[in-house]
């Protein structure tokens, strides 16, 4: 469910991306590199709690 829920938020991302020229390219990439981070950190948490 939380994997779903994460490439839903992706998803509705890229739409927003592709709809809106309101957002900065700049503030994308930092919004972008956050949310992999974030996914990383996930995917860590994950794992340790799964081992």
């Known amino acids: ?3 779903h829920a994460a490439e839903e938020r992706l998803s509705t991302l890229e739409s927003l991306y ?3 020229s309101g ?3 700049g503030e994308l990439c930092f919004l972008f590199s956050f949310l992999t981070k974030r996914g990383k950190e996930w995917n ?3 794992d340790g709690a799964v081992r």
């Open 23 to 25: 957002f900065e390219m």
């Open 44 to 46: 860590m948490g994950i």
């Open 18 to 20: 592709k709809n809106s």
């Open 1 to 3: 469910p939380c994997k």
